[in-house]
C-alpha cells in the first residue's frame, strides 16, 4: 500500500489562504458560529504567520507513539496501518478532548456547535465527506473521500487500488504549489526539510522546508 | 400466600415476555410500500434483463442505485404488456414526467462510504450476496423501518460487513469504509 | 382476597424481569444511538451523479478558469481559482447577506418619470464588459454620462522586466492574475515598498519599510532593467515613464463597430460637475472596485435619485435611494476585462452554474430598456463579430459554445499607454496615516470567516490593526475617525504593524471613509 505524505515549502507560502478555504469546501466545514475565535473555531488547515513567514498547520499524521490516538478511550483515532493515515472516527467519539490536549501540534478541533449553515449552502455541500455532529472532535485525515474516490477510479479502470494518487483539497487549491502531496517513499523533499517537533519521535509524515524561519524553534503568531 | 407472590411475580414476567416478544416488533417497526407495483421476475423473465441493465456503473466506477425515470421510458414509453400495474406506471409516472420516489431498502447511513465497484467489480461478489434474491421476487418487498434508529431492516449492519471482511483479511481501518 | 399494594409491586418486579429477557431494553438503546450518529437537523448532503463543468471566475478581472464540481447541476467545489474568494465562489448565491429583493417596480416608474432635460449617469464599477458597451450606448442614447472610475485603464508587462517596484501594491496577495504574476515572479527581482508587513513586504527581494515612492530610488530599479513600478501612488506613473517601463493601454477585446459609433464617452467622476446628476445607475454587481462615497455625493443634485444594482446591503446600497437585486457570479452569462497584468486582449466568459432568484435585476438589460435599445443579445452578438475578425472555430455558433464551456479567446497585443498623472495626496495633521487592505469584492463566501474569525490570518472587514503601542490604551472596539467621517471598528493589535500606521480592514464603512494615505486616528467610541 501506498503511504501517503506532504512537503510544504514555507518560502513560497504567500499566506492568502486558499488551502484554509479549500479544505472547509471539501470537508464540509461549516461557516464560523456567532462568536467564535481561533480557539473555537474549525480550520483542518491553518497558516500561521510566523516571524516574516507563513506556516501552514494541519494534523501532522504521526505514525509512532501518535499521542491522539494512545489517550483515546474510545478508540475513536487510530492510524491505519495500510496508509499511514490518522484517523478520527466522530461517530465513536464522546468528546472528551484528552487528544486535543495530547496533541502537540494543536492539530484538533472540536465542534462546540451542531454545523450550520446559511439557508440554502447545504446544497453545496460535498457528497463524500459526511458533516459531524455537535460535541466531537476532527481533524485533518488527508481528503479521505478524495481517496476513496481515488481507489474506486482504479477500481473501476481495473487499477490495483492499493496504490492510487490523489490530491488533497489544500494541495490542489495551493496557487503557488507550496504544498505538493504523494507517496512518502517517492515525494521529493527538499534539501533542508524538517518536520515539526521531530525529537518527540512521533514520525509525522508532513516536511517543512523554509529559508526564513527556523522551524525547530518555538515562535509565536505576531497577530492577536 | 407465599405461592401467591410467586404467581403474580410469574405473570408479570410473562406479560412482559409476550408484549416484548410479540407486541414489541410490531411497535417499533413502520412499514411501507414500493409506490409502484413493479416485478423483478417479469423483467428478468420477459424482457431478459440482468442486474446490471438498469443497476448500472457510472465511469467514475460509483454506482447509480436506482434507475431513473428515463431509464423506464426507454422501453415504457408505451404499453409492452397488459398489466394494470403497468398502465397505472405509463398513467402515473411515464406520461407526467415524475420520478417515482422509490423505496431503498439497504441505504447506508451518512458517515458510511461503500463502493459497490470494489465489491462487485474486484472482489467479484454476486449482488445476492447482500441484497438477497431480488431477482426472482414477483413482486417489490415491503419496506420495514425502524420507527427510531429510521434504518430499514434489510440493511446490512456493520457486523455483518466486519465478518465478512475479517474472512477475507481485508480489516484496515475505520476510514475505509466511514466518510 | 383483596389486591394489595405488595401484589402490585410483585407483578411490576415479574414485569421488570421479564422484560430483561425480551429485546425491548436492548433494541431502544441501541436504536436511539443509531439515532444519534444520524443526529437530526445536520444538512444532508445531496447524492447524484459526479458532473464536471468548465467555466471561468468572474469575480475579478483575473479571470481564473475554474473547473465546478457538480452533483447533478449544484456545483459543490470550484479548482482553478488563484485565491481563497475564488474557491469557494459557488457559496455567493446562498449569502445570507445577499440582496434578493428589492423595489424593482419603484425604480422603474421614477425613472420612466424621468425628463429628457434631467441629467442621468451610469457609473460602472466594473468597465470594459460588454455590459460597459451597453451602458455607453445607453448613455449616448439618453444623452447622459457614463462615468468610469478609472478612464485610461494601463496594463503592465511583468514578463518582460527584471525587476520590479511595488509601491504599496498588494502584488503577491490576488494583484492582477494571481496565475501570471506568480509564473513571472520567478523572472524578476522585487523590491516593495511599504510600511505594512503585508505578504508582498515578506516575500519580496528587497522590503524599503516606508510609505509612498522611496528616496533614493533602490539601484536595483535603475541598474538592473528593464524595471517598472506598480502601484498607485503619486509618482509611479511618471517613475515609469522615466524607466521607460512596459506600460500599455489595457487591452479591450474587439468591439462591433455599430457599438463604437453611438457611445458615451467615458467620463471620469472628477469631470462630473458638482451638484450636475438629477439621476445617478451605479452598477456594482460585479465591482472591482470601490469609490468612496463622499467622492460621489458631492456630484448628485440635491433631490437626485440613485438606484444601485447590488448583490448586497454593504456597498452603495446604504446610500441609494433604491437598492435594487443584482445577479453574482455564477448566476449569468457575462464576460470579464483584461487585468491589468494582460497586454493581449482577451474575450472569456462566465457561464451561469446555477439559477438566479426570480427577483433579481440585470442592470444592463433594465438601462438598455430605457434607451430602447437591444441589450439581452449583446455578449452573442460581440463573440460573432469576434469570430469574424479572427475565426478560431468553424461556425459562430461553435465559436459560442466553446466560449460558454470556458473557452478564451486571444487576440492582438496592446499599445503603449498614455498615463494620466495620478493625483498628490492631501496633507493632514492627524496622528495615523491609513493604509487599507487590498481590495476584496463584495460579497464572499461565508467560509472566508475561516481566514478572519477562526484564525488570524486575515484582517477581518471591520477592523483595524494598530502597533501594540498606539493600540494601547483603546478597547476592542472604537471608532476610526477620518476628515471624511467616521466609522466604529474593531482594534487588533498588531506588532507588524509600525506605529503611526492604522492598516484598515475592506468592509464598505471604512472604505467610504478612508483611501491609502487618508490622516486617520482612532478614539474611543
Redesign the interface.
Known amino acids: 500500500m501506498t503511504r501517503y505524505g506532504m512537503t510544504i515549502d514555507v518560502?513560497r507560502c504567500?499566506?492568502?489562504?486558499?488551502c484554509?478555504?479549500?479544505c472547509?469546501?471539501?470537508n464540509?466545514?461549516p461557516?464560523?458560529h456567532e462568536g467564535?475565535?481561533?480557539r473555537?473555531?474549525?480550520?483542518w488547515i491553518?497558516?500561521?504567520?510566523v516571524g516574516?513567514?507563513?506556516v501552514p498547520m494541519l494534523c501532522q499524521q504521526c505514525g509512532e507513539e501518535t499521542p491522539c490516538v494512545s489517550v483515546c478511550p474510545q478508540k475513536a483515532v487510530?492510524?491505519?496501518?495500510?496508509?499511514g493515515?490518522v484517523?478520527q472516527?466522530?461517530?465513536?467519539c464522546l468528546g472528551c478532548r484528552y487528544c486535543m490536549a495530547a496533541c502537540p501540534y494543536h492539530a484538533r478541533y472540536f465542534n462546540w456547535h451542531?454545523?450550520a449553515?446559511?439557508?440554502?449552502?447545504?446544497?453545496?455541500?460535498?457528497?463524500?465527506?459526511?458533516?459531524r455532529?455537535?460535541g466531537v472532535v476532527e481533524k485533518c485525515?488527508f481528503c479521505?473521500?478524495r481517496w476513496?474516490?481515488a481507489?474506486?477510479?482504479?477500481?473501476?479502470?481495473g487499477r490495483d487500488?492499493a496504490h492510487v494518487e490523489y490530491t488533497p483539497?489544500c494541495v490542489?487549491?495551493c496557487?503557488?504549489k507550496a504544498i505538493r502531496f504523494g507517496d512518502l517513499a517517492t515525494l521529493p523533499k527538499p534539501p533542508g526539510s524538517v518536520r515539526l517537533l521531530e525529537s518527540l519521535g512521533t514520525e509525522p509524515k508532513i516536511y517543512y522546508r523554509s529559508s526564513k524561519v527556523d522551524l525547530r524553534a518555538g515562535k509565536e503568531?505576531?497577530?492577536? | 400466600m407465599k405461592l401467591r407472590g410467586t404467581i403474580l411475580f410469574l405473570a408479570g414476567a410473562l406479560a412482559a415476555l409476550g408484549a416484548g416478544w410479540l407486541g414489541f416488533p410490531r411497535v417499533i417497526y413502520r412499514t411501507q410500500a414500493q409506490p409502484v407495483d413493479f416485478s423483478h421476475k417479469i423483467h428478468a423473465e420477459k424482457a431478459g434483463s440482468k442486474c446490471d441493465d438498469c443497476h448500472a456503473f457510472r465511469a467514475d466506477g460509483s454506482f447509480a442505485g436506482v434507475p431513473t425515470l428515463d431509464k423506464c421510458s426507454s422501453c415504457h414509453a408505451a404499453a409492452m404488456g397488459d398489466t394494470a400495474a403497468e398502465k397505472r406506471f405509463i398513467e402515473q409516472y411515464v406520461t407526467p414526467q415524475r420520478e417515482p420516489a422509490w423505496l431503498v431498502y439497504a441505504r447506508q447511513p451518512e458517515n458510511v462510504y461503500f463502493s459497490h465497484a470494489t465489491h462487485v467489480k474486484r472482489a467479484n461478489l454476486k449482488c445476492e450476496r447482500c441484497h438477497g434474491d431480488q431477482g426472482s421476487a414477483a413482486a417489490p418487498r415491503i419496506l420495514v423501518e425502524n420507527r427510531i434508529s429510521g434504518y430499514s431492516l434489510d440493511l446490512l449492519s456493520m457486523d455483518a460487513c466486519i465478518a465478512c471482511h475479517r474472512e477475507q483479511h481485508k480489516e484496515n481501518s475505520c476510514l475505509d469504509c466511514h466518510k | 382476597m383483596k389486591n394489595t399494594r405488595r401484589d402490585i409491586f410483585k407483578f411490576a418486579g415479574g414485569a421488570a424481569a421479564g422484560a430483561l429477557l425480551t429485546p425491548v431494553p436492548w433494541r431502544l438503546i441501541k436504536d436511539s444511538s443509531l439515532w444519534s450518529e444520524n443526529w437530526p437537523g445536520i444538512p444532508r448532503p445531496a447524492r447524484g451523479e459526479i458532473r464536471s463543468k468548465t467555466t471561468n471566475c468572474a469575480l475579478c478581472p483575473a479571470g481564473c478558469p475554474l473547473r465546478a464540481r457538480c452533483v447533478g447541476d449544484q456545483p459543490v467545489a470550484l479548482t482553478g481559482a488563484g485565491c481563497a474568494f475564488g474557491v469557494a465562489a459557488h457559496h455567493l448565491p446562498y449569502h445570507p447577506a445577499r440582496l434578493r429583493q428589492g423595489p424593482v417596480e419603484q425604480a422603474k416608474a421614477a425613472l420612466a418619470k424621468r425628463t429628457p432635460s434631467e441629467p442621468i449617469a451610469v457609473l460602472d464599477l466594473n468597465p470594459g464588459r460588454t455590459a460597459s458597451w451597453t451602458f455607453r450606448r445607453a448613455m449616448a442614447a439618453l444623452d447622459g454620462t457614463y462615468i468610469s472610475p478609472d478612464p485610461n485603464p494601463i496594463a503592465y508587462d511583468l514578463h518582460s522586466v527584471r525587476t520590479v517596484l511595488s509601491v504599496g501594491a498588494p502584488l503577491l496577495e490576488g494583484w492582477g492574475t494571481p496565475a501570471n504574476v506568480l509564473a513571472a515572479r520567478e523572472k524578476f527581482y522585487l523590491v516593495h515598498a511599504g510600511a505594512v508587513e503585508t505578504p508582498t513586504a515578506m516575500l519580496a527581494d528587497e522590503w524599503i519599510r516606508a510609505e509612498g515612492l522611496p528616496d533614493p530610488l533602490p539601484r536595483r530599479l535603475l541598474e538592473n532593467g528593464p524595471s517598472l513600478a506598480v502601484g498607485d501612488a503619486p509618482g509611479v506613473a511618471e517613475l515609469n515613464r522615466k524607466l521607460g517601463a512596459p506600460v500599455y493601454a489595457r487591452p479591450e477585446a474587439p468591439v462591433p463597430d455599430a457599438w463604437k459609433k453611438q457611445a458615451a464617452p467615458v467620463t471620469a467622476l472628477d469631470a462630473v460637475p458638482a451638484r450636475g446628476l438629477r439621476f445617478l445607475l451605479i452598477d456594482e454587481s460585479s465591482a472591482v472596485t470601490y469609490i468612496p462615497w463622499h467622492l460621489i455625493e458631492p456630484k448628485l443634485a440635491s433631490d437626485a435619485v440613485v438606484i444601485t444594482f447590488a448583490v448586497s446591503r454593504g456597498g452603495y446600497a446604504r446610500h441609494a435611494t433604491y437598492a435594487l437585486p443584482a445577479p453574482v457570479f455564477p448566476e449569468i452569462t457575462e464576460d470579464i476585462p483584461a487585468a491589468i497584468d494582460q497586454t493581449t486582449q482577451v474575450f472569456r466568459l462566465a457561464a451561469p452554474l446555477v439559477p438566479p432568484p426570480p427577483a433579481v435585476v440585470n442592470a444592463s438589460e433594465l438601462v438598455a430598456a430605457l434607451a430602447d435599445i437591444p441589450a439581452a443579445a449583446a455578449l452573442r452578438e460581440r463573440a460573432d463579430f469576434i469570430h469574424m475578425q479572427s475565426p478560431a472555430h468553424p461556425t459562430p455558433d461553435a465559436f459560442w459554445q466553446a466560449l460558454v464551456d470556458g473557452y478564451i479567446w486571444r487576440g492582438s497585443p496592446s499599445l503603449p499607454a498614455q498615463s494620466s498623472p495620478t493625483q498628490p495626496r492631501p496633507a493632514h495633521d492627524l496622528p495615523l496615516t491609513a493604509v487599507p487592505a487590498p481590495w476584496t469584492p463584495a460579497l464572499l463566501s461565508p467560509l472566508m470567516t475561516k481566514l478572519y474569525e477562526e484564525s488570524n490570518l486575515r484582517l477581518p472587514p471591520n477592523a483595524v490593526a494598530l502597533n501594540p503601542r498606539d493600540a494601547a490604551a483603546l478597547p476592542s472596539r472604537a471608532v476610526l475617525q477620518t476628515l471624511h467621517g467616521k466609522c466604529t471598528v474593531r482594534v487588533v493589535p498588531d506588532a507588524s504593524v509600525p506605529p503611526g500606521i492604522v492598516l484598515a480592514g475592506s468592509s464598505p464603512g471604512i472604505r467610504d471613509i478612508c483611501t491609502h494615505g487618508d490622516g486617520a486616528k482612532v478614539v474611543l467610541a
Open positions: 518560502d504567500t499566506g492568502c489562504g486558499a484554509m478555504v479549500a472547509a469546501v471539501e464540509n466545514i461557516p464560523a467564535a475565535t481561533d473555537t473555531g474549525l480550520t491553518r497558516v500561521f504567520k516574516q513567514a507563513f487510530e492510524v491505519d496501518p495500510a496508509t493515515i484517523g472516527m466522530p461517530e465513536r451542531d454545523p449553515w446559511p439557508p440554502g449552502m447545504e446544497k453545496t455541500l460535498n457528497p463524500d465527506v459526511a458533516p455532529m455537535r485525515n479521505h473521500g476513496h474516490a481507489k474506486q477510479q482504479a477500481v473501476a479502470e487500488p483539497a490542489e487549491a496557487p503557488t503568531p505576531s497577530r492577536g
